[in-house]
Each structure stands twice: as structure tokens, then as C-alpha cells.
């Protein structure tokens, strides 16, 4: 895109990722209405968007700083000027530890989560008088990452608390794999089960003279449970600023988030009645959560099919009129975080006009 | 990464895209070595790999020139130096075609696909005195571009050929979907099937005054089976520089290609015996095609899993013994394509030193 802003969104070279700007502002300020309202500190995880332009607004509105799910995210983010940073997954590697070590120097505040007793002692080894701030990351149950005990959990807040280099902050519970549970219901006791878990392990901290200052987690799926069942005081959801289909489809809690984000394709062939082809394929959408759903410009009942690297098909339902050779489509992808790492850039619209464009700055910055 | 080239593959941050250089070289001599015996014209398709240097590589061993899938992809490798490119899918919207245009008159030699009247006329008014190479593509069966029918074939060919403005190249046949059927048997009588509707086709055009110069397609998949048949002049092959899960499982034609593309990842949490968890997820793989498989580092009969955006899971299997916290573990990714375009670079090793890093310089280039 060579156009500089404001241009008619008609003229965007597809596929293209949208945000629909009033609907996002609108999620930004809710998001941190309600957790004002909550006294719980709002710190959205910025693996959602990428942004250094998003995290600065969601800061503006009050969210006290941001996650980032690994290193790389983090110094993008920095580069930018963010200055209190989160990193929710261990970093463990010798240099990486090292990179760490650095960006703690040039941001304000920087906390990482820990969850092995020979990560606490290298991260000390490599920070030194730099100090950092250290939570003791929680499986939650799913065994992605976290200590599978309260024992282990008090140990390794022993640990870091011995340790000068250190900052003991508290601990991350993430219930990641109970996001999704389509029922709120299903989603409100699942939570339950595991808050009594997180209450275990909080009493023994306290018991063993170390209280977790805070308790970090949550998400978009959940935030409104967590708040409810009163234990976690910080809130890591970062998808509500955007909301995909997968979220679209989980039975709403206290608040109903809009659509924020979509895509612009077109149509590049349309020989076979009953079908036609859009220019976004695997290289235009996160194939790990289904099908898009189209949003306009072709009949809203049509069935999405991914057609390999670069073209996804639309099947018309019965009855329903096939979009014309180059007509515009608007899709909703069905998960947000792995689709915005494919683009460079958000081209950031008001109704039908591109009124600006942010960068991915952190895109692809996995190591 | 701040470091240098040559230096030690196990300082690389990962996760990161690694190419064995040596099996990379013997892939593109071997397949150039194939492609000349057969006197069929080698243009490699570079969706797989999306980089001026390899598409270098690639001419400099006898490559005609290169496919691109998309209109960016095309001016990201033109930027590079690449001279001679066919886009394989229609360029349609109005703005796009505009740069076609552009590019044309940049590059030395450039080709694109049609599938409509319409498309032939706005290219032609786009093009002007520039003249562009234009190939008539056909509809294989899968739905996804081109006519069809032969007398759609001949009526598109006539239009183009009565326009000055194009130059009437011939037709583009790719069974994209037929290149992963798993046994060759079944590929080879799928493809003979619509080799002879190839046929008729390509008789028809020759019976209106318009045979067909070129006939371009093939792929990793099935470029014996399209030599046997005699049907192309030009193979449009790509993955075979890498090989990917998808096709090693693939029952080998007349050439066995080397797994030449793999992800060096590190375990960052083993809390729980039988599993461990590394740093590459969504964002780091492609995820349509099934499950990455474990080369080096931990069990070759791990079980791979997706945990979300940044992270996997490897069980190990009855028996075997887990990696440890902080272990390198290298992965063969089940497709090469969608999982290149997560990265912005390669790192080009040989045995365990990275000699030098190249740019995916399409990369996220699909507009």
C-alpha cells in the first residue's frame, strides 16, 4: 500500500486486516471501566495485537502495563516505549536469559514468571544487582507451564525471595485451556474447581510467611468468573479488544465485547455456480481455530473452505446469490492472535475509510 | 539475533527456521539434473520459499525463472533482482492490476494467469504498449481458479490473442490437490484421468489457430507422473527445495528429496514426567497439516501438540526418556509454505554452525 491515509477502504490491497476503530475504543474503555469498577489491576496481554500503538491506548485508559508472551514481544514492545511488561512464559535459554538481563536495564519495570528452581538461579546469576521481578508461574492444568504443587510453589517462592537479584512479586494462574468452555455455566464451575486449588497454594505462601502480593491471570473467556470468585487481583485478557469467532461463540459474561477486527478479501475467480474464490487463504488466517465466518459482502450463511496457501472458496447456501468476480468480502477470523502475526500492519478504519495504519511491530517475534 | 554468522547453531533464539544447506543444494541440483534430462522448463514455485536467494540459487542451476502466488510476492522477489516471474493465480482487483502493470515494465519478463473476459480487458487497458505474457488457466477439478470447459478455454484464448496489448502464452494446469495423495499408484491414475482432459483442451485450442506454447503446472507431488504423461513443458514444483512432513509421507516417484527445512525449539517447562513443554505453538508452525515430528533432541516417537499461540507439548512415548528443561529439540514441520511465512528469517546451517542467514523477503507479502 502505497496510499497514505485517509483513503477509501475499497481501495486496500486484500487480504488486509481491518480494525474497526469505534467498535476497538469502545472494548478498550470497557475492559477498563470494568476493572475499575473491580479494584483489579487490568494489564491486557499484548500477544493479541502486537502493537506498540495499541498498548499505549490500553495504558491511556488505564490498564497499569502489559504481558508479553515471550522475550521477543517484549523488546518490540520496549522499542516502543513500553515501560512495565509482564512476560508471562519462562524464559529459560542462557542467552535469552542474557537478552533479559539487558532489557531490564532500559524499561521501567520488568517481571518475568518463573517455574523451575534452576531458571530462578540463572536469572539471578544474569540480572545481578539489576534486580527483576519474579512471579512463581501455576499449572493450572493443563501442564503447559507452571509448578504442579503448593510445596513446589512455596519452594520456589522460597527461592526467589532468598535471593537479592529478585524481586518476589507473587504468581501467575492462567486457566488457558478453560477460555473456550462454550457455557458460561461450564466455564463458572470449571473455574470454581480450580480457584479452591489456587486458594490451597495461596494459604500455603501466607502460611510459609511469603503472600503473593499478586495474583496475576485471567482472560477474555473468564474475566468476569475470576473477579467473582475474588482471588486474582490482576487481569491478563487481551483478546476482548478485538473479540474472533471463537470467543464470539462462548456464551457472553457481564460484558458483551465488539467485533473489532476483520479482513478484507476479494473475489479472484468466479467460474462455478455455487462458488468463488477469495485471494485469503493459510497465509491470510489462523487455520488453528476453524472456518471464517463472512461478515459482508457475500451471503452471511456461505461456508468458508481453505484452498491451500494464498485462496479460501465460499460456498453460497441454498437459495443465496454468489458474490461477482471482485467483489469485497469482510470476514471474521476465527482466532485473533496467530491471524494478526501474519500481516505487518492494521489498516485502521472508520466506516468505510482507512483513517490510519499501525504496525505489527512485535509481529513474529516468537524467540 | 545480534550475532554474526559463522556461530554455533545452539546460540540461535529460538524458535528458529533452520535450512541444512547441503541437502538444500543436492534438493535444487537434483531436481535442475531431472528437469534437463526431461527437457521440461524448471520454473520453481516460490510461495515455498519466498526469498531472492534461493530463487538465485534456483536460476543459477538452471531455473527458466520463478512462480509467484501473489502480486506482493512477485514485487518483493522483482526487488530482489528476480527477472523472470509467472503469477500463478489472477491479479483481478483495480488497483493491483495497476501495479501489475508497473512491475511489468520493471522486470524483464513477467506472465500471469486469466480466468475471466473481463480480467483480459482490464488487463490489456492496464498494460497498454507495455505487453504482458498471458496464460489461459484451466480448472483442474478442484474449483479453485481458472475455466471451466474447452470452449471457455478457446473463447479466453481468442480474446487474448485479438488483444495487443497480451501476448498468448499458452495454459496454466495445476492439480494442486492431487499432489499429496499418499500412494503414487493412486496419484499417477488420478493424474492420467486429468491428463486427458488436458488433452482435449489443449487439441481444442490447437484446433481454433491457438496452441498452447506453454503449459505450465506439476508439482513436488507428482512432477514424474507429468513427465510420464508428456503433457507439460514447464514444472511449477516448489516444496522439493525443503520437503515437508506432508510430502516425506508421501510414497517417493522417480526422485527421493531431502528433509532440508526443519525448527530448533527449547524446552522451557518440564514439571511433569512424560511431558514437556517448548517454545514453538501456533505462531511458530504451520497448523493445517497436522502435527510436527521430532528429529533430533528428544524421542522420535514423541507426540506433538499445539498449546496455544506460543507453545508445544511433547509426550514421550512408553519407555522413552523425556528431554530436559532448557534442551534443544528439532522438529520437521508438517508444511513447509504457511510455516516459512511465520519467519523473517532462515538460518542457513551446516552440521551445527549457521554460516549465514537469508530473508524471507515475501514474507507476509499475500496482497
Chains 1, 2 share one sequence.
Not at 508479553?68 to 508471562?88: F, N, P, R, Y
Not at 510445596?151 to 517462592?157: D, G, I, K, P, T
Not at 467485533?259 to 462455478?272: G, P
Amino acid at each position: 500500500m502505497s496510499t497514505t491515509p485517509p483513503f477509501p477502504r475499497a481501495h486496500l490491497a486484500t487480504p488486509a486486516l481491518i480494525v474497526d476503530l469505534p467498535a476497538f475504543e469502545r472494548n478498550v474503555a470497557a475492559m477498563a471501566a470494568w476493572a475499575r469498577g473491580k479494584r483489579i489491576a487490568l494489564r491486557p496481554h499484548a500477544k493479541t495485537h502486537k502493537s506498540g500503538e495499541i498498548a499505549r491506548r490500553q495504558i491511556a485508559a488505564g490498564a497499569v502495563g502489559i504481558c508479553c508472551a515471550k522475550l521477543g514481544e517484549a523488546e518490540a514492545l520496549a522499542a516502543e516505549g513500553i515501560e512495565d511488561i509482564l512476560i508471562t512464559s519462562p524464559v529459560v535459554p542462557r542467552q535469552p536469559v542474557e537478552r533479559l538481563a539487558r532489557l531490564n536495564e532500559r524499561v521501567e519495570r520488568l517481571a518475568v514468571v518463573v517455574d523451575h528452581p534452576d531458571n530462578v538461579d540463572r536469572l539471578a546469576a544474569a540480572v545481578g544487582d539489576g534486580r527483576i521481578d519474579v512471579l512463581v508461574d501455576l499449572d493450572t492444568g493443563s501442564h503447559r507451564t507452571g509448578v504442579t504443587s503448593p510445596e513446589a510453589a512455596v519452594s520456589l517462592a522460597e527461592r526467589i525471595a532468598a535471593n537479592d537479584a529478585l524481586g518476589y512479586l507473587g504468581v501467575q494462574f492462567y486457566c488457558g485451556s478453560l477460555q473456550h468452555v462454550p457455557r458460561f455455566d461450564d466455564r463458572q464451575s470449571a473455574l470454581a474447581e480450580r480457584a479452591a486449588y489456587l486458594r490451597t497454594i495461596l494459604q500455603a505462601l501466607s502460611d510459609a510467611g511469603l503472600p503473593a502480593r499478586t495474583v496475576t491471570g485471567g482472560g477474555t473467556g473468564s474475566f468476569a468468573i475470576d473477579a467473582e470468585l475474588g482471588l486474582l487481583n490482576e487481569l491478563q485478557a487481551g483478546s476482548y479488544i478485538f473479540m474472533d469467532r471463537q470467543y464470539q461463540e462462548c456464551e457472553p459474561a457481564a460484558l458483551r465485547f465488539e467485533q473489532a477486527l476483520s479482513i478484507d478479501t476479494r473475489v479472484i475467480s468466479a467460474n462455478t455456480p455455487g462458488r468463488v474464490t477469495i485471494d485469503a487463504g493459510l497465509k491470510a488466517m489462523a487455520t488453528d481455530g476453524g472456518a471464517a465466518r463472512v461478515l459482508a459482502g457475500a451471503d452471511p450463511g456461505s461456508a468458508f473452505l481453505f484452498m491451500g496457501d494464498e485462496h479460501g472458496m465460499l460456498v453460497t447456501p441454498e437459495g443465496g446469490a454468489d458474490p461477482r468476480l471482485d467483489d469485497l468480502v469482510t470476514l471474521l477470523p476465527p482466532h485473533c492472535d496467530p491471524t494478526v502475526n501474519l500481516y505487518d500492519q492494521y489498516a485502521i478504519c472508520r466506516d468505510d475509510l482507512v483513517i490510519d495504519t499501525w504496525p505489527v511491530s512485535a509481529r513474529g517475534r516468537s524467540a
